[in-house]
């Protein structure tokens, strides 16, 4: 029988953060073979640390995860505290068993108590469950605070998803988030 964990990092043992790292890996590459972005990076699990995790475990295997995290982003003349969503994977033998939409839903629900409205980056795999949850795809151009300045990121238009569009952003404008290593979105 599936249960649904919600931890906090700090909360999680290393060995469980090392096999929730391992499902999301496999299911990143297994679902974009073939692809030149066919790989979760190390940077890119270290993105999905220091918040919160959403983890399904089916018996004693861990089979689901996903964590919220807090960024800053740029929008309409002000800096907006965001949840967004990072390594978001179900293990290929527990998939189509509802597991993506229980760690979306506790991760939903972080977001709407904690935060101004969440984002995430969607893959073209991943993007019918987000919209399926109302999600909504973000129109405008996305870009990113640099060190050196604004960057814009032409690859992630389209990409970039929001939980809830508030009626106080406007999808056709300019999105910009914080700077970190490897991917800005």
Partial sequence: MAHLTVAHTAQLEPA???SARLVVRAAFVQDRVGSAQGSFTDEDWDHALGGMHALVHDGEELVAHGSVVQRRFLHAGRSWRVGYVEAVGVAARARRRGHGSAVMGALEEIIRRAYDFGALSATDDGAPLYRSRGWQPWRGPVSALAPSGLLRTPDE???VHLLPL?????PAAELTCDWRDGDLW
């Avoid at 508030?166 to 406007?170: G, P, Q």
């Fill in 166 to 170: 508030r009626a106080d952003l406007d």
């Fill in 16 to 18: 469980v953060l090392e």
């Fill in 157 to 159: 238009d389209g990409a």
